[in-house]
């Protein structure tokens, strides 16, 4: 029962967060179907290329933060998470570019020149909440590691059910099509980790992530920033 009890927010987390796609589908499927069609070449190009990526790093942010937590390195558990945060950014520059080059690798699979530029039109709207979407992930390791389960089974139960009102907003009555289904999807990431960063003032959390302790979060990357500046002046890095 313990285990039952431990899961099933995240399963129901799990569930609303790809209910948004559904909408999606939902309302443009009602529109058009070729649009339709975009939406899910796209959606599998942002699984893969996104969102593998960025759960493939929560994942061992997750391991990271609960080891702090369990052996009482409170102020680690928080470092941990800026860490994280700051690979994510640097692994969301390829990112972006393998998703802004959508079109011509859809063109090169065989799909339809219209079909693939309805997959870009839609994936570039969502490309500015993608970062948030994954950055929010973080931010549920994060409260996960600390036995906080419930916390984002709300924040998604509350930003899903209002995709429903940004899906009739912008494609029903603004009629952008696609576009308005990636703005939707943006909106909802945006609020998702704006909802999230309220909660963590709540549980007051942000005392354990010690922002202004720059020097220990950036520790782990000293030495390779010294053998950097060493190379760049043509002096050995131990000189230093």
Same mark, same amino acid.
């Given at each position: ?7 099933? &927010? ?58 702090? =937590?369990? =052996? /009482? ?17 640097? !692994?969301?520059?390829?990112?972006? =570019? !393998? ?28 490309? &500015? ?49 696609? /576009? ?16 999230? @960063? ?9 005392? /354990? ?6 020097? /220990?979060?950036? !520790? ?11 190379? @760049? ?8």
């Amino acid at each position: 029962m313990a285990i039952v009890k431990l899961a099933v &927010p995240s399963i129901l987390s799990f569930i609303l967060q790809f209910l948004v796609e559904i909408i999606n589908m939902f309302f443009i499927g009602n529109i058009d179907i070729e649009r339709l069609d975009g939406i899910d070449l796209d959606s599998m190009w942002g699984n893969f290329i996104g969102v593998a990526v960025g759960w493939g790093l929560a994942g061992g942010l997750e391991t990271l933060c609960s080891q702090a =937590n369990g =052996n /009482k390195q409170y102020e680690m558990v928080g470092i941990w998470l800026q860490r994280g945060v700051v690979v994510l950014t640097v !692994a969301f520059i390829p990112i972006t =570019n !393998a998703i802004l080059y959508i079109t011509e690798v859809l063109m090169l699979m065989g799909v339809e020149e219209k079909i693939a530029e309805y997959s870009y039109n839609y994936l570039s709207c969502v490309l &500015p909440g993608l970062w948030f979407f994954l950055c929010f992930d973080f931010f549920r390791r994060y409260l996960k590691a600390q036995e906080y389960f419930w916390p984002c089974l709300a924040v998604n139960g509350t930003t899903t059910t209002l995709h429903v009102f940004w899906c009739w907003l912008f494609i029903i009555e603004c009629d952008w099509l696609e /576009k308005s289904a990636g703005i939707a999807t943006s909106v909802t990431y945006i609020s998702n980790f704006a909802v999230m @960063s309220h909660w963590l003032n709540i549980l007051n959390l942000k005392k /354990k992530m010690q922002i202004l302790q720059l020097p /220990k979060l950036l !520790a782990w990357h000293q030495k390779i920033l010294k053998i950097c500046i060493a190379f @760049s002046s043509n002096a050995p890095p131990w000189s230093a």
